[in-house]
């Protein structure tokens, strides 16, 4: 089985001091190192649970990927991974952007310097301030052919206006690491609008978060993806997908009201742009 680092991660812990990273192999499959502290062990706590719960009707599952157990990876030093699909495996050029979801990224449970560490890069960041973060995203540039991907540390320091910015960046075709030159927004209405557009997606998770009891997502991400190689023919094939289950809690019959809140406000911001376009090609 050959395996390598996947080409477009864009947040998360990658290979480092000696600890494994995320390996892809070419059948469509993401391996996932369990990582210490409980919450590999928690992460497959929930894909376990998720997987038989039959309670989760199957136009919400596709928004998960699917789980394939977990295995010992003998080329990562027989390090034990949670097997899962590579969401990208299909994609040839495509755009990723991780947004951490909820105005906390933290939970009673956890020990006060966790706690801690967290609130400090909550406040740092749009978290507390608008229900969400953008963790990382990596973009298509049209005009330069390669991907751009903005400094994460950069990235985790920018508040309201950077969001906007950001959102708009990450549906553009034009010079993206020019900081003078405006995103065009060319892509807003095909990857944000329409019946299969990220908009519609992230509304019909949101009917669902509006019921669901089962599970507390804290600290969960949405990524967000499309396809370049076929985007200029208007085929964007944009999907929403949740990754990252390591710190889920069972919801005991309670909404998860962190990551719901979280949800209407990305959903504001992605609307705000879809208009704002809407509106530019009216005038135009
Ligand atoms: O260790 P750090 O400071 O890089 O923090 C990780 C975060 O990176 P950040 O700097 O916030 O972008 C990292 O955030 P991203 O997934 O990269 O958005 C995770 O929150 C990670 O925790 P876990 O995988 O959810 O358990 C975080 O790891 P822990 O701090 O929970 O170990
Ligand atoms: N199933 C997957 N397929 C493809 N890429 C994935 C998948 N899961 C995660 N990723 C990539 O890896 C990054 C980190 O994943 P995540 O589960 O959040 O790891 P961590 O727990 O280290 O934060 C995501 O931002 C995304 O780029």
Known sequence: MHLKAPEHQVAGHIAKDGKPGPLVDD??????????DSRGEIEVKFYESFSSNTEVPAHIRRYFPVYHGTQAVESSDGAAMIVLENLLSKYSKPSVMDVKMGSRTWYPEASEEYIQKCLRKDARSTTVSSGFRISGFEVYDHKELSFWKPDRK?????KVDGVRLALRKFVSSNTLSDTSSKPDSAFASSVYGGSNGILTQLLELKTWFENQTFY???SCSILIIYENESIQDGDARAQVKLVDFAH????NGVIDHNFLGGLCSFI???RDILQSSDDQSTQD
Do not use: A, M, S, Y
Not at 154 to 158: C, K, R, T, V
Not at 248 to 251: E, I, L, T
């Open 27 to 36: 059948k469509g499959r993401f391996f996932k190192p369990l990582q210490g």
């Open 154 to 158: 950069l990235l985790n320091g920018i």
């Open 216 to 218: 507390h997502f804290n």
């Open 248 to 251: 889920v809690h069972d919801g």
């Open 268 to 270: 504001n911001f992605v």
